[in-house]
T-cell receptor, first 114, second 112 residues
Framework: KQEVTQIPAALSVPEGENLVLNCSFT??????LQWFRQDPGKGLTSLLL?????REQTSGRLNASLDKSSGRSTLYIAASQPGDSATYLC?????????????FGGGTRLMVKP | ETGVTQSPTHLIKTRGQQVTLRCSSQ?????VSWYQQALGQGPQFIFQ???????GRGNFPPRFSGLQFPNYSSELNVNALELDDSALYLC???????????FGSGTRLTVV
């Protein structure tokens, strides 16, 4: 059974810092990994999707890497801004019978202070 | 291109009642999944529909049921509501089974 863990659970940083959010998963047999952003009480906004054959994806100030063999992904946010404050969730889509579902981590709550 | 839309946005029900939540998938998407997100936790998979057939189910009891219609929109039905069913219910759509997901804004269900 796939399990996804995100560390840290919460993070508070001053504006302008570069930061790294971590995601680990127990079963390396995955189709893809997706990073989402969630504002309080809202739905999920997809940030980056990394296919199992890829090592990283970039969008603006965001860069996500994937090391499938070690079961790890990182989301790098450059030059953080107060508008980046949100919960960040990673989700894994696994091979096999579980391939039709996403398994989510518990999220990292990020606060960027002006 | 329209995204995923869910209705209603908020709902209050009494324990024991039944509820129906609705979801319109993103244009061009044929797969719809439903997730339950309790406060402070990551979303949990309820089930998925692909071409109007249930295509996977998470660890939820049979009182959670669903439908997908020919236009790929979907409903989530919950019978005999319990207090623990209070959560944010998220709908997500994708094209076929392997693409990335697009999520709606969710329905906040409160059971009192």
């Amino acid at each position: 059974k796939q399990e996804v863990t995100q560390i840290p659970a919460a993070l508070s940083v001053p504006e302008g810092e570069n930061l790294v959010l971590n995601c680990s998963f127990t079963d390396s047999a995955i189709y893809n990994l997706q990073w989402f952003r969630q504002d309080p009480g809202k739905g999920l906004t997809s940030l980056l999707l990394i296919q199992s054959s890829q090592r990283e994806q970039t969008s603006g100030r965001l860069n996500a890497s994937l090391d499938k063999s070690s079961g790890r992904s990182t989301l790098y946010i450059a030059a953080s801004q107060p508008g980046d404050s949100a919960t960040y969730l990673c989700a894994v889509r696994s091979l096999g019978n579980a391939g039709n579902m996403l398994t989510f981590g518990g999220g990292t709550r990020l606060m960027v202070k002006p | 291109e329209t995204g995923v839309t869910q209705s209603p946005t908020h709902l209050i029900k009494t324990r024991g009642q039944q509820v129906t939540l609705r979801c319109s998938s993103q244009s061009g998407h044929n797969t719809v999944s439903w997730y339950q997100q309790a406060l402070g936790q990551g979303p949990q998979f309820i089930f998925q529909y692909y071409r109007e057939e249930e295509n996977g189910r998470g660890n939820f009891p049979p009182r959670f049921s669903g439908l997908q219609f020919p236009n790929y929109s979907s409903e989530l039905n919950v019978n005999a509501l319990e207090l623990d069913d209070s959560a944010l219910y998220l709908c997500a759509s994708s094209f076929d089974n392997l693409g990335g997901y697009t999520f709606g804004s969710g329905t906040r269900l409160t059971v009192v």
